[in-house]
């Protein structure tokens, strides 16, 4: 995963971050104070496997995190965090769907450009025969009240 | 249309209750292929609703079906069902609409209480739930009316029973020039990854490639392309074991 630069970047930068995931990689991201409003009736989906690599994902994914196809397929869908997610949520997250179950729950996704979008997102193992194989995540518009919420509620996390 | 038992030794195969009446003819068109190019009785049950198709599914009366990505979910996964082939094109999507005099502009203008029309079809409904939530609205928001059929839903606009109807985006698109000149599309799913499927209960894995095979070749004959123009598929394409399990995952994610 390499670090972003200026370059990358949509508009001015808003903050500069080095953030460091549970496996122990860092990567210097950079953020624009920009969101991409999540357009009505798309949904946004993926497949990991059970490390968090990206395996599959649809055009909604590419449009909405700034990335090709070929550029996600195979990195970790940490790629896509923000530093404005508190870590606690995304160890909830692995947490849950370690143990086999369905996890629920607002995101702040950052796109290659620096801006971010707000999801609601749903990640469900996937079974295959009796054994964990991988993870299916769906992305989907929230409302603006939600967004709030969950925002209000991260901030206060960090 | 009236559901009956077939007798024993002949296969029971259903469509999807979602599908278009004026398909109703081409689907006796390609149980008849099927038959002949299987060798098997295979007696078509057309079921007016959902809750009919799913006692006919509890009794286990049904060998073959093309299941909307709803039903085909619990029939995979709960029953064991194997998939046979999907659509070459065309994926289940939901509208929602509204009257065209209607007040609402977005999905953020619906509020609670809203007056919806539907169909018994859990599919849509579910599609339609995803749809409205940016309204910060919830199945318990909504005062849902059931009507029998996708014309009953737009009435139901017409004639101001409801504020939103929600729809089968291909059975929407079907609505006469007449209706659908008075309703306006508030939202349109963009899903692309929920299909109708053909499956055939386990109990018949045996002849489950052979059933593929009528399946796959049906547009290389005149009168199988003519079966499948009488109900609005170009043709059948292969589907995975694991393209269906994927589809299954998707819906479970939007369920739970």
């Given amino acids: 995963m390499r670090d ?17 995931y549970a496996d122990g990689i860092s990567r ?38 700034g990335w090709s196809m070929p550029e996600l397929i195979g990195e970790p869908h940490s790629i896509m965090r923000h530093p404005d997610m508190p870590s606690v949520v995304f160890r909830d997250l692995w947490h849950t769907v370690g143990r086999g179950h369905t996890w629920h729950g607002h995101v702040k996704n950052l796109r290659k450009d620096g801006a971010y979008y707000w999801v609601y997102a749903s990640i469900v193992p996937n079974v295959r025969h009796g054994e964990m194989v991988g993870f299916t995540s769906v992305r989907r518009k929230a409302s603006r009240r939600t967004v709030a919420e969950a925002a209000a509620r991260y901030a206060a996390l960090r | 249309m009236t559901a009956h038992v077939p007798p024993a ?31 098997r009785t295979i007696a078509l049950q057309m079921f007016e609703d959902f809750t009919s198709l799913h006692h006919a599914i509890e009794e286990d009366r049904v060998d073959l079906i093309f299941a909307n990505a709803f039903d ?29 005099s209607s007040a609402y502009h977005s999905v953020e203008d619906l509020r609670p209480g809203v007056r919806a029309a539907a169909t018994d079809n859990p599919e849509v409904e579910l599609m339609s739930l ?18 029998p059929n996708h014309v009953s839903v737009a009435k139901a606009l017409l004639y101001d ?17 007449d209706v659908s000149s008075q309703l306006r599309v508030l939202v349109r799913s963009e899903i692309f990854v929920i299909t ?4 055939v209960h386990p109990r018949l894995a045996a002849l489950a490639d052979t059933f593929r095979r009528c399946l796959m070749v049906m547009d290389t004959d005149a009168k199988g392309l003519a079966a499948l123009d009488d109900v609005g598929i170009d043709r059948w394409e292969p589907v995975e074991q694991e393209e269906v399990e994927f589809m299954i ?3 479970h994610a939007l369920q739970e």
Avoid at chain 1, 31 to 37: A, G, L
Avoid at chain 2, 21 to 34: A, E, F
Avoid at chain 2, 161 to 174: M, Q, R, S
Avoid at chain 2, 196 to 199: E, G, Q, R, T
């Fill in chain 1, 4 to 20: 972003m630069t200026l370059d990358d970047l949509c508009g001015s930068p808003s903050g500069e971050h080095v953030l460091t």
């Fill in chain 2, 72 to 100: 085909a979910a619990q029939l995979v996964r709960e029953r064991g069902y194997l998939p046979l082939a999907k659509p070459h094109a065309g994926t289940d999507e939901a509208v929602i609409a509204v009257p065209a």
């Fill in chain 1, 28 to 65: 210097r991201v950079y953020t624009v104070d920009h969101e991409v409003p999540f357009p009505d009736g798309r949904l946004i989906v993926s497949r990991t496997d059970l490390r968090g690599v990206i395996t599959r994902a649809n055009d909604s994914f590419v449009a909405m995190s």
């Fill in chain 2, 196 to 199: 109708h499927v053909f499956l």
């Fill in chain 2, 130 to 147: 995803i749809l409205i939530e940016p309204a910060d609205l919830a199945r318990a928001d909504v005062r849902v009316t059931v009507q």
């Fill in chain 2, 249 to 251: 995952d998707l819906m």
């Fill in chain 2, 161 to 177: 029973e409801a504020d939103v109807g929600f729809f089968l985006a291909a059975t929407f698109d079907d609505l006469s020039p």
């Fill in chain 2, 9 to 39: 030794g002949v296969l029971g195969f259903t469509v999807s209750p979602d599908f278009d009446i004026r398909h109703l003819p081409g689907w006796y068109v390609v149980n008849t292929w099927l038959q002949r190019q299987s060798g």
